[in-house]
């Protein structure tokens, strides 16, 4: 997902969590909060995966 897609992502998160607070949502609300979350969510894992896939170790032994 690109930084841009992200960002409109969190935004529009963000806006219905303040709508939800403040006054309620509609039923199509809810369903698009939720599967915006779930989007934001399965990103989330993806990115972490491809990090930690990347991850060497690097084991070495102590001098004596």
Not at 20 to 46: C, H, P, Q, V
Request: glycine residues 4%; hydrophobic residues 30%; charged residues 40%.
């Amino acid at each position: 997902m690109s930084e841009s897609n992200h960002d409109a992502l969190v935004r529009r998160i963000n806006e219905l969590a303040r709508k939800a607070k403040s006054e309620g949502l509609t039923d199509a609300e809810l369903d698009e909060r939720n599967g915006l979350r779930r989007k934001y969510i399965d990103s989330f894992k993806t990115s972490l995966r491809g990090q930690l896939d990347n991850i060497k170790f690097v084991d070495q032994e102590e001098k004596k």
